[in-house]
T-cell receptor, first 115, second 113 residues
């Protein structure tokens, strides 16, 4: 089955700086890669996703890049703000076109924004 | 849009009893619903995949007789933890999918005493 590795486990950055979280996956059949933000005691919130036919996707301060050959994808957050502090999870799944399979998650990155 | 609710948000039950958790997609019809479990400071682990009107598909190691899933409609799925034990205490989170995107509920904290 799929295995997703995520690094780092904890990331502390100064407010206003950029943060980068990296993930690798093992199953070359995976073609959908979402990123979730989870605050304490809450469910994960989808913040951005990318499909394997795209190399990069951006939404305001958040961007995701995908390298299919190397089987890794990254989350980039620019101009970080205190409200960005949370646990971020990357995930991977396979979508056959008839709906996605369940997600395999990375272990999470605790992002801390220092004021 | 794409709001998923769960009920209850937290529950405490005694060992040996059963607990039912509801998952609803409020503003869309979900082709598939998923159930995940998350232990403290750990990642989410997929337990089962549920399609409306079909039997759920369970991940390896998840006991289907212990975690009963019913998917009665395109907006409602339920998870029943039967004969609960303290080791079943966890954060249970459902998600509902629209095509390939999954939207998660707020989770249910289950504590078995």
């Amino acid at each position: 089955g799929e295995n997703v590795e995520q690094h780092p486990s904890t990331l502390s950055v100064q407010e206003g700086d950029s943060a980068v979280i990296k993930c690798t996956y093992s199953d070359s059949a995976s073609n959908y890669f979402p990123w979730y933000k989870q605050e304490l005691g809450k469910g994960p919130q989808l913040i951005i996703d990318i499909r394997s036919n795209v190399g990069e996707k951006k939404d305001q301060r958040i961007a995701v890049t995908l390298n299919k050959t190397a089987k890794h994808f990254s989350l980039h957050i620019t101009e970080t703000q205190p409200e960005d502090s949370a646990v971020y999870f990357c995930a991977a799944s396979y979508d056959s076109g008839g709906g996605a399979d369940g997600l395999t998650f990375g272990k999470g990155t605790h992002l801390i924004i220092q004021p | 849009g794409a709001v998923v609710s769960q009920h209850p948000s937290w529950v405490i039950c005694k060992s040996g009893t059963s607990v039912k958790i509801e998952c609803r997609s409020l503003d869309f019809q979900a082709t598939t619903m998923f159930w995940y479990r998350q232990f403290p400071k750990q990642s989410l682990m997929l337990m089962a995949t549920s399609n409306e009107g079909s039997k759920a598909t369970y991940e390896q190691g998840v006991e289907k007789d212990k975690f009963l899933i019913n998917h009665a409609s395109l907006t409602l799925s339920t998870l029943t933890v039967t004969s609960a034990h303290p080791e079943d205490s966890s954060f249970y989170i459902c998600s509902a999918s629209v095509l390939y995107e999954q939207y998660f509920g707020p989770g249910t904290r289950l504590t078995v005493t």
